[in-house]
């Protein structure tokens, strides 16, 4: 049988973080010829010191790997990416600053652009990691690592076949878990944030699924005041992570 062609990294931000953070992983890079521009020189230049083979394939081409006009003159092939395993992220240190360490659990985030965008919010405001579910969701493509800027490659991301199974171990493992809910749960604002932190996002359409909801110790609600009910649910995780970090980070500064 014909293995399957390998993954495909494009654009100019996720390029870089590729090269400079996985090079181990980068099978080759494609460019369109003629003049380039400077990030992309930067690029070449690294992927040449890690003894990445760069060559250059005419935009149509690129087009055709990438599978979208939008690749910015740069495509990297890859070898598939490395989900963590969810004791490997159990294990990783607190990030810097931060008295607790927090993951996000996402229920089912069908769309590659939310879930990119997600990741790169979490990696920005310190969570370990992010994990998501085997089937019905967006797994880690190179869209998603598009999306995230390139976020993918230093945050881990776990996916799990039983995402019920996993928040049991997370409780298990000292973890309190907060469950987004548009209508049902607590002002963000009046929460204060503690120890190991679970952030659970549900779907774009339905919101969390029963089974998910049960797992939860608690509801979370971001106010709002427009004529609209809900907000985009990368939205959402970017304004209460940035409150998880506040109360973690309030509280590392107030030990000092």
């Known amino acids: 049988m014909k293995a399957p062609p390998p993954p495909i990294i494009y654009g100019v931000n996720p390029l870089r973080e590729a090269v400079s953070s996985i090079p181990e992983a980068i099978l080759n890079i494609y460019v369109t010829p003629g003049e380039k521009g400077p990030q992309i020189l930067k690029i070449i230049a690294a992927a040449t010191r890690a003894g990445i083979p760069v060559a250059e394939a005419a935009r149509s081409r690129l087009r055709h790997l990438a599978g979208t006009e939008h690749h910015q003159g740069i495509v990297g092939t890859v070898r598939p990416y490395a989900y963590a395993e969810l004791e490997e992220m159990l294990a990783l240190p607190t990030a810097e600053g931060m008295t607790g360490k927090v ?76 469950g987004a809910e548009a209508e049902a749960g607590a002002d963000f604002r009046t929460v204060k944030f503690s120890g190991k932190t679970v952030l659970v996002m549900g779907s774009e359409g339905k919101g969390l699924r029963e089974l998910i909801r049960k797992k939860c110790d608690f509801f979370l609600c971001i106010p709002m005041v427009g004529k609209l009910n809900s907000l985009n649910v990368s939205v959402a995780a970017g304004i209460l992570l940035q409150d998880i970090l506040r109360g973690l980070a309030a509280k590392h500064d107030g030990e000092g």
């Open 103 to 178: 993951i996000v659990v996402l229920d089912g985030i069908a769309d590659p652009q939310n879930l990119g965008a997600i990741i790169r919010t979490a990696h920005c405001f310190g969570a370990t990691g992010v994990i998501i579910p085997q089937d019905r969701a967006a797994a880690v493509t190179p869209a998603v690592g598009k999306a995230s800027a390139g976020a993918v490659y230093h945050l881990p991301v776990a996916r799990v076949g039983n995402l019920s199974r996993a928040l049991d171990c997370l409780k298990e493992n000292g973890f309190w878990v907060y």
